[in-house]
């Protein structure tokens, strides 16, 4: 089977909303050996993709009758979040594991990657975005409950936003409301960095757009990313309808 570094979903779905979810796979693909030199382990945790976010993503897109992007990469590879200057674009040591390979990996190989990976997969998302004047894109991501020797979080999840928060700030006061919920603005991360996927593909063409954060052991099987992707897409139903635009 050919490689491909994206997969979009729903191409033929008509609502607005474009879900994307950049932190999808694991994949380390065959031009790279298969593998960066980590473990089973290492490969199968946070820092090399979103646990749960994939699954979500496509059940968020089918209930919101709206098209997804998944990126094939991993984030290891070179992160499809990340702005093409920005410094963690390609990482060698996350959180207390080394990458063996990117450790030697020069700006000849940041730029073979940026070609064969990470541009394929923005040139993909901007023509999607660009194919409805009113597009509303919804970034779906996961969060570890606990990085090594940092206290636990205890967000269930996160709405990330910067300085435009039409749809996160009546996104936020509805899962506010559900009494099982614990919710925080901009937490575990700070919400914007100039360059990252939503700056490049909602802040700078003027599209609504949130960045959901969930916290990874509730979505760790297919029934429960199913069951988040359909509770999500009314509430983002409500808060479109709230915010007006």
């Known amino acids: 089977m050919t490689y491909h570094p994206f997969s979009i979903i729903g191409l033929e779905r008509k609502s607005r909303w474009l879900v994307t979810c950049d932190h999808a796979a694991n994949t380390v693909s065959p031009d790279l050996g298969g593998t960066l030199g980590l473990p089973e382990a290492d490969m199968a945790r946070h820092i090399a993709y979103d646990v749960g976010a994939a699954g979500v993503a496509q059940a968020l897109a089918e209930a919101l009758d709206g098209t997804a992007i998944l990126s ?75 990085l090594r020797s940092r206290p636990s979080r205890p967000w269930h999840v996160g709405i990330l936003h910067a300085w435009d928060a039409r749809l996160s700030d009546p996104l936020i006061a509805r899962l506010a409301a559900e009494p099982d919920l614990t919710v925080g603005r901009n937490q575990p991360y700070p919400g914007h960095l100039p360059g990252d996927a939503i700056d490049r593909h909602a802040l700078q063409h003027g599209r609504m757009n949130t960045l959901i954060e969930l916290r990874n052991d509730l979505i760790e099987d297919a029934e429960h990313q199913r069951h988040w992707g359909r509770r999500l897409a009314p509430i983002l139903q409500a808060a479109l309808e709230d915010s007006a635009y």
């Open 72 to 146: 094939n990469f991993s984030r290891l590879v070179i992160d499809p979040n990340r702005g093409e200057d920005d410094p963690t674009l390609l990482m060698r040591l996350y959180d207390g594991s080394i990458i063996p390979g990117n450790r030697h990996a020069d700006a000849a190989e940041r730029d073979r990657r940026l070609d064969a990976y990470w541009r394929p997969y923005h040139a993909a998302l901007a023509d999607l975005a660009a194919r409805r004047d009113d597009t509303v894109i919804v970034s779906v991501h996961s969060f570890t409950r606990q």
